[in-house]
Each structure stands twice: as C-alpha cells, then as structure tokens.
C-alpha cells in the first residue's frame, strides 16, 4: 500500500510564498499521477493542480500562473510551489494519487 506523506505547510503573510511536498513511499512512484487538493473551511474539498507520470500539469483556474507543480521521481516527491499567496488560498492541502490514496493533510493559513 503507497503512503503519501505531506509537509511545508504553516502560516504566511498575503503575497508570500510555501512550498508543500508530498514523499511517496513504494518503488513505482514515477508510474502515478499525483495531484494536490484543498478544503477550506465549510467548503468542499477541490482539484488544485496535477501531474502525469510524463510531467504533463494541469490547474485550477484560480491558482494558475501563481502555483507550480513538479516532481522529482528520484526523491519520489511531488511539490507544489504556492506564489504570491492570498487569504483564499487558507485550507489544509492534501496530496492524492489516484484512486484513493490520500496524505494527512498540511495546513496553510494565508493572513496578515
């Protein structure tokens, strides 16, 4: 069974800048797709970004142009570059490969 473990969460002020890793345990990581959710509070949880196995991405029309997904299959890590962050962007981030296997979770506070 994978295990996904996420860090670099924590607090920063609007327009600042994290970045969340997720470490995939296994010997097959640079097989999976791997993409970062997030739930706020109250609100249901959304796709934020995506990357294939080929290093295709994909995001969400309001993170994009100031997150960046990558991967480093040699680490079997997949990071997610948050930039000129904003209070929207508050919830706890979670790391998932398909069908079902998901991190614990990180949590990102964006306020001043």
């Known amino acids: 069974q994978v295990q996904l473990v996420e860090s670099g969460g924590g607090s920063v002020q609007p327009g600042g800048s994290l970045r969340l890793s997720c470490a995939a345990s296994?010997?097959?990581?640079?097989?999976?797709?791997m993409r970062w959710y997030r739930q706020a509070p109250g609100k249901q949880r959304e796709l934020v970004a995506a990357?294939?196995?080929?290093?295709?991405?994909s995001y969400a029309d309001s993170v994009k142009g100031r997150f960046t997904i990558s991967r480093d299959n040699a680490k079997n890590t997949v990071y997610l570059q948050m930039n000129s962050l904003k209070p929207t962007d508050t919830a706890v981030y979670y790391c998932?490969?398909?069908?079902?296997?998901w991190g614990q979770g990180t949590q990102v506070i964006v306020s001043s």
């Open positions: 296994g010997s097959s990581f640079r097989f999976y797709v």
């Open positions: 990357i294939t196995s080929g290093g295709s991405t």
């Open positions: 998932n490969t398909p069908p079902s296997i």
